[in-house]
């Protein structure tokens, strides 16, 4: 019994030795100056100044790198509601790249009789009031059906009743973003998900069927068209 005590105890004291072995690595590390941030890079920004960004970020230069989080950093950023958070890298220099997509308006939706501008996920940026806003290189998007119970939020997604709609307007704005396509386009319907079609600025109507090979039937449009 005295031998089984004595071993026991020699196994609490090994473990507690590498507990505070490995704790005392880890204080190392994080004073060291490896660690420490020399610059910051923004990737995805297009319209918003580097300097912009980083500002929200709350990151500065000489932070240490095991005190920056991702739900911080999401959380920071994404008050900018025209910023989405995507990750952080972090190289052998010292440099820590910020990932984000910047949010652009590339559709209309009128809900209650306002105009509202939104991105391809349906995140509202502006609201136009009841004056078409003609500066959003995109369409109007009709026969979205909104829940009648809910309101529309600037920097919150549009509540629509089927979401499945939402999601094909996603695809149908991104297909035409990729396309080069979206400038030359004034309206999309969206009432029937298999017969979706589209109104080009010159007044020709491009019949889309379902969202299936979407940048397929546009590029063939574009030829067609141009």
């Keep these: ?75 920071n950023m994404e008050r900018n509601r025209y910023i989405e958070y995507l990750g952080h890298e972090f190289d052998y220099r010292g440099t820590l790249s910020l990932h984000i997509n910047e949010r652009m308006g590339m559709g209309v939706v009128n809900a209650f009789g306002l105009y509202y501008v939104v991105d391809a996920t349906g995140m509202v940026l502006e609201c136009a009031g009841s004056a078409y806003p003609d500066t959003v290189a995109g369409p109007k998007i009709n026969n979205l059906i909104l829940d009648d119970n809910s309101r529309v939020t600037v920097g919150e997604r549009l509540p629509v009743r089927d979401s499945g709609q939402l999601a094909a307007v996603q695809r149908v704005l991104s297909a035409l973003e990729s396309t080069e396509v979206l400038g030359g386009v004034s309206l999309l319907d969206v009432k029937n998900l298999d ?32």
């Design 1 to 75: 019994r005295y031998r089984k005590r004595k071993k026991a105890a020699a196994q609490v004291m090994v473990m507690t030795v590498a507990v505070v072995a490995v704790l005392a690595a880890l204080l190392v590390l994080a004073c060291s100056q490896v660690f420490r941030v020399r610059g910051i890079l923004i990737v995805g920004n297009r319209n918003l100044s580097k300097e912009d960004v980083i500002a929200l970020s709350g990151v500065q230069e000489g932070d240490n790198l095991f005190s920056i989080s991702d739900a911080e950093l999401k959380k």
């Design 195 to 226: 017969n979706m079609y589209l109104m080009t600025t010159d007044g020709a109507r491009i019949v889309l069927g379902d969202d299936a090979k979407l940048e397929t039937k546009l590029l063939i449009a574009r030829e067609v068209l141009v």
